[in-house]
């Protein structure tokens, strides 16, 4: 079946540097897409989300893209930090489908001080 | 308040034994959901519960796998005989009833269960 992916599960940055964390998705009818945090220990948790209709939201120190044409979705961190150190996991609903999202691998992020 | 809570933490268990665990959804949570992450893969769908009803089990693995939601609030899920190609970290999560959002319904995680099946 269509699943969603990413493209490098493990990123090292320096504090203060910008991230981005990239996925990619292959369901057409995609029409929604979440990202997630999870910290150690912890469940994943809600960053930001992004409809279809939209290429670009940001939040406090995050952004997400979506480009339709190609598929393609990232997460922006602006002045990483230690504590954004975590796997970042998208996530994708169908047009029509439940509530329930379909989420890629996850990407490692490293923080260094 | 309380997030959603889930016990135990970590579980080893042998191969052919039986594991229950347990998840304590947020107060009120009409929605409660099951999911498996297996080491460096995806976050993979279980099942889905709206009060005590399966509103969707479409991602249960097999019938070794037995969930349940008494009374609609917390929900073990039971593994038994345990394979290991069970092993991984199970997430609980729960959502408030629908509010009409056409597009998401917030679903609020649980720290996990690591289960380990040796």
């Known amino acids: 079946g269509e699943s969603v992916g990413l493209h490098l599960p493990t990123l090292s940055v320096q504090e203060g540097d910008n991230s981005i964390i990239n996925c990619a998705y292959s369901?057409?009818?995609?029409?929604?897409f979440i990202w997630y945090k999870q910290e150690s220990g912890k469940g994943p948790q809600f960053i930001i989300d992004i409809r279809s209709n939209m290429d670009k939201r940001q939040g406090q120190r995050v952004t997400v893209l979506l480009n339709k044409t190609v598929k393609h979705l990232s997460l922006q961190i602006a002045a990483t930090q230690p504590g954004d150190s975590a796997v970042y996991f998208c996530a994708e609903k169908e047009r029509g489908g439940s509530y329930i999202p379909t989420f890629g691998r996850g990407t490692s992020l490293i923080v260094h001080p | 308040e309380a997030g959603v809570t889930q016990f135990p933490s970590h579980s080893v268990i042998e191969k052919g034994q039986t594991v229950t665990l347990r998840c304590d959804p947020i107060?009120?949570?009409?929605?409660l959901y099951w999911y498996r992450r297996v080491m460096g893969k995806e976050i993979k769908f279980l099942l889905h519960f709206v009060k005590e009803s399966k509103q969707d089990e479409s991602g249960m693995p097999n019938n070794r796998f037995l969930a349940e939601r008494t009374g609609g609030t917390y929900s073990t899920l039971k593994v038994q005989p345990a394979e290991l190609e069970d092993s991984g970290v199970y997430f609980c999560?729960?959502?408030?009833?629908?509010?009409?959002?056409?597009?998401?319904?917030?679903?609020?995680f649980g720290p996990g269960t690591r289960l380990t099946v040796l």
């Open positions: 999560a729960s959502s408030a009833s629908d509010r009409g959002n056409f597009f998401y319904n917030e679903q609020f």
């Open positions: 369901n057409s009818a995609s029409d929604y």
């Open positions: 107060s009120g949570h009409d929605n």
